[in-house]
């Protein structure tokens, strides 16, 4: 029994008890009384936990999926402008591929670049030029090219020298044709800086300018090297002669790249007054005095007849000739003194070698291409 149950047992045997008492000792009639029995009520709560899980169901449901790629394509602008030698607006499309090169300097250009394998026609003289390709096309000589055998080649560009009348008279024709021509500073150049502006030039319009960096980088620190072997030297007189005839020599004076070459090898030109090349009596020259005398010839026939010149002429009496300093360039060392291009560092190394024998040695390709005349 419950305890609630147990005591509302007791309430009522204990009022049954008291009623019972009451009538006993009364003998009345025993009362009847109401008892309101409260029952104590013991709820029972029954918690119900109710746990959720989440669960991962993997299924496989077929369907098709569509992707749309987006690309993005960014246009690089190759076009390439630029103003020229005789100061005309060049505008390519694209670079150049199929070149044309109408000077021996500028084809030296082109091939110290590394690209030489652009050429598909050159100048006569470039033709025998190391990396001119064998398929490249003769277009006709340095003074007279040929503005069909060019125009036939389909270039893209050409490559022409300022200065050079013929060369400028057949753009009109070319560009008539849609052929693009570019004139370079070529033998119009006077200083290294117009060689360093021709090899940028066509490394830009062939689409690799960083190539005339590395070049023009090599070039200068060969003449900082040079410069250095000559610090302490003194600079003996020169005259440069570019060819001799029976009254007198083209000599180089100022403003020209010859100018330039002579100072590099730590000489003095003294016909640096003059500008450009101009025609000079041998008395004139004589009376100079220089101590060099230097001449280009530039073929074999040049050469000898260079040297027969020399002997009936009053160069004979020049304080050069009697000490054995009246110097006749030929070949190799011609092509470099005379073309305005990255060899214009050797010609200027072949000079010291001669001007400052013992400070500085000549460059191998060129060792064997002077002769020395004279008494001395």
């Keep these: 029994m419950r305890r609630a149950e147990a005591m509302a047992v007791v309430a009522v045997a204990?009022?049954?008890?008291?009623?019972?008492?009451a009538?006993?000792?009364?003998?009345?009639q025993p009362a009847t009384a109401t008892v309101t029995v409260r029952a104590a009520v013991t709820s029972t709560v029954t918690t119900t936990?109710?746990?959720?899980e989440t669960a991962t169901v993997t299924a496989t449901v077929p369907e098709t999926v569509t992707t749309t790629v987006v690309e993005t394509h960014t246009r690089i602008e190759k076009r390439v402008v630029l103003v020229d030698a005789l100061g005309r607006t060049v505008e390519l499309e694209k670079p150049a591929e199929r070149v044309v090169a109408l000077a021996p300097s500028i084809t030296e250009d082109a091939c110290s670049l590394g690209l030489c394998s652009r050429l598909v026609g050159v100048d006569s003289f470039s033709k025998s030029l190391p990396g001119v390709?064998?398929?490249?096309?003769d277009v006709g000589g340095y003074w007279q090219p040929s503005s069909e055998s060019i125009a036939g080649l389909k270039p893209d560009l050409v490559l022409a020298c300022s200065g050079v009348p013929a060369q400028e008279q057949m753009t009109r024709q070319l560009e008539g044709l849609g052929v693009k021509v570019f004139f370079l500073r070529c033998d119009r150049a006077r200083s290294l800086d117009d060689i360093y502006w021709d090899l940028r030039a066509v490394a830009a319009l062939l689409g690799?300018?960083?190539?005339a960096d590395r070049v023009i980088e090599s070039m200068r620190e060969r003449i900082a090297l040079l410069e250095k072997r000559l610090a302490n030297t003194t600079r003996p007189s020169v005259a440069l002669l570019v060819y001799l005839q029976e009254n007198g020599a083209w000599v180089a004076g100022g403003g020209t790249f010859h100018d330039t070459?002579?100072?590099?090898?730590g000489g003095s030109n003294v016909f640096h007054s003059l500008y450009g090349w101009q025609m000079v009596g041998y008395e004139e020259l004589v009376s100079r005095d220089p101590d060099y005398i230097l001449v280009t010839g530039m073929t074999q026939a040049d050469f000898n007849r260079t040297i027969e010149?020399?002997?009936?002429?009053?160069?004979?009496e020049a304080k050069a000739f009697r000490e054995g300093h009246v110097c006749v360039l030929y070949g190799a060392a011609t092509?470099?003194?005379?073309?305005?291009?990255p060899g214009i560092v050797d010609a200027a190394y072949l000079l010291a070698s001669i001007l400052h024998p013992g400070a500085v040695e000549p460059p191998e390709r060129l060792a064997g291409n002077y002769t020395c005349l004279g008494q001395g």
């Design 14 to 21: 204990a009022i049954l008890v008291a009623g019972y008492l």
């Design 23 to 28: 009538a006993d000792r009364g003998g009345a």
């Design 49 to 52: 936990t109710v746990e959720t």
């Design 133 to 137: 390709p064998s398929e490249a096309a």
């Design 208 to 211: 690799e300018p960083q190539a």
């Design 261 to 265: 070459v002579v100072a590099l090898a």
């Design 309 to 316: 010149l020399i002997e009936k002429t009053p160069l004979r």
């Design 335 to 341: 092509d470099a003194l005379n073309r305005p291009s």
